[in-house]
């Protein structure tokens, strides 16, 4: 069986998932977690996998498809404060 050390925040966050009553014991609220990084990973995979090909095939195809380097600047700078406003 696996042994690993958790912080206090995830003590306590074990702890309030357990108070819910959703889960019987840490083991369930542990194995919900790595179902949905799991999920999340092969998500990862196949964006980098068909997505990114896909994107560039279009790209090679026919480039205004494609957003300046500026633009792509401007987006991410955008999503970058909007995170920044919601984390407040």
């Not at 990114?52 to 090679?60: C, E, G, M, T, V």
């Amino acid at each position: 069986m696996a042994s690993f050390a958790l912080n206090e925040h995830y003590e306590r966050f074990i702890k309030k998932q357990l108070e819910s009553g959703r889960y019987n014991n840490a083991s369930e609220v542990v194995r919900a977690g790595l179902r949905l990084l799991e999920d999340q990973e092969d998500a990862r995979e196949r964006w980098l996998a068909q997505e990114i090909p896909n994107r560039y095939a279009d790209l090679k195809r026919d480039l205004s498809t494609g957003v300046t380097l500026d633009e792509a600047f401007d987006q991410l700078e955008a999503e970058h404060r909007a995170q920044l406003a919601k984390a407040k």
